[in-house]
């Protein structure tokens, strides 16, 4: 089974709104990654946050981690269409494997 | 474009035939990785190599599925003997694995369909 799990499955908003994508994982890890898939294509590296920081930001992306509760949350603000995908949270427990929940559907609509 | 590539990029074979799927990493990474995703899914870990040695296969890749990196650049997944369970997209990723807190860039995959 997957290690980490999104919340919601999917998430509808207007443009111009904030989309809030969570992220909860079972077993400790070294450090905590979201990628975004548009449809049918290959993951998009967003953000990297480790195990020993709480959050950080990079453009219209804020993240959030909360080891105490093993989970994890990516703020998209001012959003756009173009952010419309699929966004992963992945973890790596060890070097070499990283392990993803099974995704949060963005739409956001024009 | 010096990203990670994936040749080819759609394969659709008969069940029982080989298909073999080439990944060649940014060119200055050590670490290569190989993914499974299902449609409605996240991708789901296969295997790894730092260089050429492959240091961790899941329980998902079975006796039919085999990866190679010989000199330690591109990767090729080969699945034998193949069944329809086996439609999915493949994913390759790499990078530097210098620690363990690299961040793995990923190819635009291999959507395999077996009818």
């Known amino acids: 089974s997957q290690q980490g799990e999104e919340d919601p499955q999917a998430l509808s908003i207007q443009e111009g709104e904030n989309a809030t994508m969570n992220c909860s994982y079972k077993?400790?890890?070294?450090?905590l990654q979201w990628y975004r898939q548009n449809s049918g294509r290959g993951l998009v590296h967003l953000i990297l946050i480790r195990s020993n920081e709480r959050e950080k930001h990079s453009g219209r992306l804020r993240v959030t981690l909360d080891t105490s509760k093993k989970s994890s949350s990516l703020l998209i603000t001012a959003s756009r269409a173009a952010d419309t995908a699929s966004y992963f949270c992945?973890?790596?427990?060890?070097?070499?494997?990283?392990?993803f929940g099974d995704g949060t559907t963005l739409t956001v609509k024009p | 474009d010096t990203g990670v590539s994936q040749n080819p990029r759609h394969k659709i074979t008969k069940r029982g035939q080989n298909v073999t799927f080439r990944c060649d990493p940014i060119s200055e990474h050590n670490r290569l990785y190989w993914y499974r995703q299902t449609l409605g899914q996240g991708p789901e870990f296969l295997t790894y190599?730092?260089?050429?040695?492959?240091?961790?296969k899941s329980r998902l890749l079975s006796d039919r599925f085999s990866a190679e990196r010989p000199k330690g650049s591109f990767s090729t997944l080969e699945i034998q003997r193949t069944e329809q369970g086996d439609s999915a997209m493949y994913l390759c990723?790499?990078?530097?694995?210098?620690?363990?807190?690299?961040?793995?860039?990923f190819g635009p995959g291999t959507r395999l369909t077996v009818l």
């Open positions: 190599f730092q260089n050429e040695a492959q240091l961790e």
């Open positions: 992945a973890t790596d427990a060890s070097a070499g494997k990283s392990t």
């Open positions: 077993t400790s890890i070294n450090n």
């Open positions: 990723a790499s990078s530097f694995g210098h620690s363990p807190t690299d961040t793995q860039y």
